[in-house]
Each structure stands twice: as C-alpha cells, then as structure tokens.
C-alpha cells in the first residue's frame, strides 16, 4: 500500500522558512518524479516543484523559483521542500505526489502523478 505523509507545515511570517517533509512508502522508491503541488482555498492546484531521474532533474515553478528548493533523501525514502523568503501567496495546502508506473506529462503538472498526500498546511502573515 503506497503512503506518502506530508509533514513540517505550519505558521510563519512573511519571509520567513519552512521546510517540508514528504515520506514515502509502500513501494520501491525507483526514482522516478515527485511533486510538490499547492492549493489555496478557492483555487487550483498549481504544481510548486518536481524531482525527477534520481534526483539529477529538478522543476520550479516560476513564482518559487530561487527561493524554494527541493530535494530527496532516497535511503530514507524522503522528499523536502525547502521554502525560503515566503510570502502571504504561498500560504496554501501543500500536497506531496509521486508517480509510479511511468506516467507521462510535465512534471509540474498534475496529471503526471498518481499518488497523493494527505497534504500539510501553511500560513504565512504579512
């Protein structure tokens, strides 16, 4: 049974850090993309960042870019988003997402994934 369990959400003031945790189990970490995605309430869910290949290929948003980073652990089947300089727009519902099997599609797009977080929240005050 895959998991993905989203942590490390929570309240900070505008330019402030989070870094968010995203483990993974219940299938053989082989490598292929995971995402990280938001949703504000009212909103879409939009795709923030994406790892892929092992690691070696990494995807941003353009509104994150430079300021979050994200990278994977895969002896611990972990994947972290690092977010620096946050702003009030990037408080949102923040979800996890692998692809297993080989879908195809933009990393940064939703499509590509088929496994989904629960999700982990994060609010940031101006």
């Known amino acids: 049974q895959v998991q993905l369990v989203e942590s490390g959400g929570g309240s900070v003031q505008a330019g402030g850090s989070l870094r968010l945790s995203c483990a993974a189990s219940g299938y053989a970490y082989s490598g292929l993309c995971m995402g990280w995605f938001h949703q504000a309430p009212g909103k879409d869910r939009e795709g923030v960042a994406a790892i892929c290949t092992g690691g070696t290929t990494t995807y941003y948003a353009d509104s994150v870019k430079g300021r979050f980073t994200i990278s994977q652990d895969s002896a611990k089947n972990t994947v972290y988003l690092q977010m620096n300089s946050l702003k009030p727009e990037d408080a949102a519902m923040y979800y996890c997402?692998?692809?297993?099997?080989?879908?195809?599609?933009?990393?940064?797009?939703?499509?590509?994934?088929?496994?989904w977080g629960q999700g982990t929240q994060v609010t940031v005050s101006s």
């Open positions: 997402a692998a692809e297993i099997g080989g879908l195809s599609g933009f990393p940064l797009d939703s499509g590509r994934y088929n496994y």
